[in-house]
């Protein structure tokens, strides 16, 4: 009996510690933008992933699929695919519907514009040696356009890898 | 100055101007490896799947008579399907040799195990695997690696009439050799399709300063980036320079295309300016443009023969048509007339026995699946007298589809120079040349 009464108090008093500490924690956090750093970028995007892309990101839009196809049929038809996503990348800029800063803007707040175009075509922040080379360059050269800065980044190594 | 300083001076510099690079008549800078028989080759694949009873032995008549010596008339009852086409001047036959009974040996007598075998000098059994580059050095990589002094890739060229797995064939994956080393490809009939012009035919036309300025931010880019995209990854990549040329070239191209003056260029009716014929039309313009030494362009539409016998027949007239036309092209091309080789060979031939499909002309088609006849092909060698035996026939058996390769290594004077690794297991067809 007295065994009894024992493990019936010990039981009691696990239970009651078990709910007594019982508690919900919540925890907040704050919205943060994924983005992908350069250096993990190892794959070769597929002529379909890097012309859909090319599209989205000139035009704001999807690709058509009549678009698409012919793309993908110039791409075979010619050995060398640089050549080839250049000549896309000109008649792309080319074409009506490009969604494109202004000079003025981009002249008004470089920084602004340097970081945005990143964002854009390498879906991450410039590095800050990128910044403040790329501010440089526009700055000692006003005459540029955010057009062919676009275009550099359009046909430069990295946009060719994710 | 001492004298020994004096025979030392005088002595450097005279092995200095023997040694030194010097302009050849032909524009080189320097002289090539080897002993060149000539400084381009155009080879032809001509026309896919072509039986020796049809073409060589005339056995409907002379359906090739602008490559072939004879007026055999054509067969009755299928001489109203062959388009009456124009029989230009000297035959083909008597400016070079030709070989009446070569064989493409071994292997399938499939269309890509053909092609790889002409352009590899290699049998092989592969299967078709369209995203696969041949497992051998192709012709174009011997000869851009192994060439003294190097070319660029506006060198060398494949030209095909299809998609499908011959643009693989412009560089092997065998280990040193591969894209840096191949050839520009282009299939002109998707590339200048008008549809794809819509589309490609338009470009931003940036000045050069633009270009320049652009080039500048895309350096500081790259440079920023651990990887590249370059040769493999983005197939056969040409320089800066060979870059811009080719879209100028591209452009025009468009330009025609868009303008219709390509609709019947050669003036024998848009009805037979079939897939070959523009295929060729395109290797006419690359040549006319680039004067490449080494480009490789096929023909196929023979290959109708599977289901239609007397359009073969007429294919192979039109073929025919358009190899007499690249003669005449390269022949008034200047820096490649008198100074080109042209090869002309079938990838292989047909079956002896012909399938159950019959023609409207009550003819039964033909397919190659290996059988001995569809190993029998002729080629015919075509080039200046200096260099290439003319008029001469060659009846016996002798020459495979192996010995095309080293016979253009042989011709464009780096076939010395392959190491052991890609050494080739042909011959070079000797009884061609002087």
């Known amino acids: 009996m007295k065994k009894l009464l024992k493990y019936s108090l010990l039981l009691v008093s696990v239970t009651l510690l078990f709910t007594a500490c019982k508690k919900e924690y919540l925890f907040g956090v704050d919205d943060v933008d994924v983005v992908q750093n350069s250096a993990s970028k190892n ?120 | 100055m001492k004298r020994r300083n004096f025979l030392k001076t005088t002595g450097l510099a005279a092995a200095g101007v023997i040694a030194a690079p010097y302009i050849l008549p032909s524009g080189r800078l320097f002289a090539a490896s080897g002993n060149r028989k000539a400084n381009h080759v155009v080879f032809c694949l001509f026309a896919g799947g072509v039986r020796n009873f049809e073409s060589i032995q005339k056995a409907e008549g002379n359906i090739m008579p602008n490559m072939l010596v004879g007026n055999e008339s054509i067969s009755p009852d299928i001489a109203g399907a062959i388009p009456n086409l124009p029989i230009g001047g000297q035959r083909l036959q008597t400016q070079g040799t030709l070989f009446k009974e070569f064989r493409y040996a071994q292997g399938p007598t499939g269309h890509y195990n053909g092609h790889t075998t002409a352009i590899t000098g290699r049998y092989n059994d592969v299967d078709l695997n369209l995203k696969s580059n041949p497992e051998y050095p192709t012709i174009f990589e011997l000869y851009r690696k192994h060439n003294s002094p190097g070319q660029t890739a506006l060198n060398a060229w494949w030209v095909s009439n299809q998609l499908g797995p011959y643009p693989a064939l412009n560089y092997s994956k065998f280990p040193g050799y591969g894209a840096d080393y191949g050839a520009n490809y282009v299939q002109p009939t998707t590339m200048f399709d008008p549809n794809i012009g819509t589309v490609m035919g338009n470009p931003k036309q940036f000045s050069q300063a ?141 079956n002896l026995q012909a399938n159950s499909i019959v023609d409207a002309y009550g003819r039964y088609a033909l397919d190659h699946t290996s059988d001995q006849k569809s190993r029998e092909i002729f080629c015919m060698v075509v080039g200046p007298p200096s260099v290439v035996n003319q008029n001469q026939v060659i009846s016996a058996v002798q020459g495979e589809s192996i010995d095309i390769v080293p016979t253009i290594a042989d011709i464009l004077g780096f076939a010395s120079e392959i190491p052991g690794e890609a050494a080739l297991p042909g011959s070079t067809l000797q009884a061609a040349f002087v």
């Open chain 2, 210 to 350: 633009e270009l320049a300025k652009a080039s500048g931010y895309r350096d500081f880019l790259n440079n920023n980036f651990a990887n590249q995209y370059t040769s493999g990854d983005a197939g056969v990549v040409n320089t800066a320079e060979d870059n811009y040329n080719l879209q100028q070239f591209l452009k025009g191209t468009y330009t025609d295309v868009a303008q219709g003056s390509l609709n019947n260029p050669w003036g024998i009716g848009q009805q037979n300016m079939n897939g070959d014929c523009y295929n060729i039309l395109f290797a006419e313009k690359i040549i006319q443009q680039y004067k490449p030494e080494l480009m490789v362009v096929n023909m196929q539409g023979v290959d109708i023969a599977h289901t239609n016998f007397t359009e073969y027949c007429a294919n192979m007239r039109i073929a025919d048509y358009a190899v007499w036309h690249l003669w005449q092209t390269i022949q008034s091309t200047p820096g490649m007339a008198n100074d080109t080789i042209l090869i002309i060979a079938p990838e292989h031939g047909r």
């Open chain 1, 43 to 162: 794959n070769v995007k597929t002529t379909t992933e890097f012309v859909s892309i090319a599209y989205s990101d000139i035009y704001g839009s999807t690709i058509p699929q009549a678009y698409l196809t012919k793309l993908s049929l110039a791409y075979l038809a010619f050995g060398d695919k640089k050549l080839v996503e250049d000549i896309i990348i000109k008649n792309m800029l080319a074409a009506p519907g490009v969604q494109l800063p202004t000079q003025q803007a981009m002249l008004a707040d470089v920084d602004l514009f340097v970081k945005n175009t990143y964002k854009k075509f390498y879906n991450r922040e410039p590095g800050e040696f990128e910044l403040w080379k790329m501010k440089q360059l526009i700055q000692a050269d006003q005459t540029i356009t955010p057009e062919l800065i676009y275009y550099a980044f359009l046909t430069s190594d990295e946009y060719r890898y994710y």
